[in-house]
């Protein structure tokens, strides 16, 4: 079965730092990618998709994700992080309709950002 | 614009009322989610409507019933609920749900209590 793998469940990084957080999944074909943020009690922002095309994929906020087929991979990063980036982070695959036409998410990664 | 609107933002409810939620998009979608979500967890799918038309129930008990009265608006009435029921209940739309791929936008949320 279709999964999602985010293997951090917290990471605290110092303002100003960059930041990696790790995604992979378990798919049969190239699925389509996306990342989310969550701040506490709000809904989910779509930052950034990949359905096909330049691995580097631009997202907003000044975040950025890399696909990478060889290692089932999409890996987000931000070369400098601000303490309004502190919110948790889904990992996300699909939908397509040999999966159901669903989206599955990671377990999610809380990211902390310390001054 | 990307929005998806959510009201009541919060809801207390006991075990034996009724209420419903509600969303709504002007973005021109054609399909609508909802989805729950527990503090710390990733969201879970309980349906999907495409085309006005209910596609997908996850097994969803049936205290929890979906409407979509037309293709910009979305209710989940709720009657019988159990304390564990309580969650942000997220609402997300996409468009063209047979033409993938495509992304889902969420909406804030609404944070239910049910005493």
């Known amino acids: 079965a279709q999964s999602v793998t985010q293997p951090d469940i917290h990471i605290t990084v110092s303002e100003g730092a960059s930041l990696e957080l790790r995604c992979n999944y378990s798919?049969?074909?190239?699925?389509?990618l996306f990342w989310y943020v969550q701040s506490p009690g709000q809904g989910l922002q779509l930052l950034l998709k990949?359905?096909?095309?330049?691995?580097l994929v631009q997202g907003i906020k000044g975040f950025e994700a890399e696909f990478k087929r060889s290692q089932s991979s999409f890996n987000l990063r931000k070369p400098s992080v601000h303490w309004s980036d502190a919110a948790e982070y889904f990992c996300a695959v699909g939908p397509k309709e040999e999966y159901g036409n669903k989206l599955v998410f990671g377990a999610g990664t809380i990211l902390r950002v310390k001054s | 614009d990307t929005e998806v609107t959510q009201t009541p933002k919060h809801l207390v409810m006991g075990m034996t009322n009724k209420k419903s939620l509600k969303c709504e998009q002007h973005?021109?979608?054609?399909?609508m989610y909802w989805y729950k979500q527990k503090a710390k967890k990733p969201p879970e799918l309980m349906f999907v409507?495409?085309?006005?038309?209910?596609?997908i129930n996850e097994s969803v008990p049936s205290r929890f019933s979906p409407e979509c009265p037309n293709s910009s608006l979305l209710n989940l009435h709720l009657h019988a609920l159990q304390p564990e029921d309580s969650a942000l209940y997220l609402c997300a739309s996409s468009d063209y749900p047979d033409r993938a791929p495509y992304e889902q936008y969420f909406g804030p949320g609404t944070r239910l209590t049910v005493t």
């Open positions: 409507y495409s085309y006005e038309k209910l596609s």
């Open positions: 798919y049969g074909a190239t699925p389509y």
């Open positions: 973005m021109g979608h054609r399909a």
């Open positions: 990949y359905f096909s095309g330049d691995t």
